[in-house]
Every structure is written in C-alpha cells, then in structure tokens.
Nanobody
Framework: QVQLVESGGGLVQAGGSLRLSCAAS????????MGWFRQAPGKEREFVST????????YYADSVKGRFTISRDNAKNTVYLQMNSLKPEDTAVYYC?????????????????????WGQGTQVTVSW
C-alpha cells in the first residue's frame, strides 16, 4: 500500500509559477513510477507528466511541455511538479499517482489505468 498526499496548490495569476509536492508513505517509493494528472470541472481526468523509478526518464503532455518539470527525490519519498508560465487553462485539481510501471518506454505510463494509487488532489487556480 502507498498513500499519497499532494500539497502546494493555490491561486496564481497567469504567467506565474507553482510547485506541487506529493509525499508518499512506505519504504518502496523508488519502486514506483510516479505521475501527475489533472481534472478540470466538467472534463475528464487528463495526463500531465510521469517520471521513471530513478528519475532518469520523464514524459509530458504536449499542453505542458516546456512549462512544467517533474522531478523526484527518492530519499524524501516525494515527487514534485514545477509549473511555470501558468495559463488559465491549467486550472484543475491536480492528482499524483503511483504505478509499478514496466520496462517499456515511459510514454506508456501516460494513461490513468497504469496507476494503482492516487492522492486526494490539490486545487490549482490560474486567473487572468
């Protein structure tokens, strides 16, 4: 079992930055691929980014590429999402997730069904 707790959400103006954190319980954090997803009101949950066990491989949705950076600190059992140049369309509840992953390319971890554990979410609101 892995428990995930997100933090760092809030209200920010367009063009601003936020850094989300996701703290994981347990001693097996480094054995999980970690991902970030988001869900805006009235929309389906969508993939944002994912990072491999060691942090050596990352993958991003086209909508956030070049603006968001995912990273992890296995010693702290924490995954981060640095969000820069935020846009109003980034407004959503952001969720972190943990999945076992595989030896396939990291891009295969871009769907929600690959993840077994989810956090409760943190709200990000970007205003004009």
């Amino acid at each position: 079992q892995v428990q995930l707790v997100e933090s760092g959400g809030g209200l920010v103006q367009a063009g601003g930055s936020l850094r989300l954190s996701c703290a994981a319980s347990g001693r097996t954090f480094s054995s999980y691929v970690m991902g970030w997803f988001r869900q805006a009101p009235g929309k389906e949950r969508e993939f944002v980014s994912t990072i491999s066990w060691s942090g050596g491989s990352t993958y991003y949705a086209d909508s956030v590429k070049g603006r968001f950076t995912i990273s992890r600190d296995n010693a702290k059992n924490t995954v981060y999402l640095q969000m820069n140049s935020l846009k109003p369309e980034d407004t959503a509840v952001y969720y972190c997730a943990a999945g076992r992953g595989s030896l396939r390319a990291i891009a295969t971890m871009s769907t929600a069904d690959k993840y077994n554990y989810w956090g409760q979410g943190t709200q990000v609101t970007v205003s004009w």
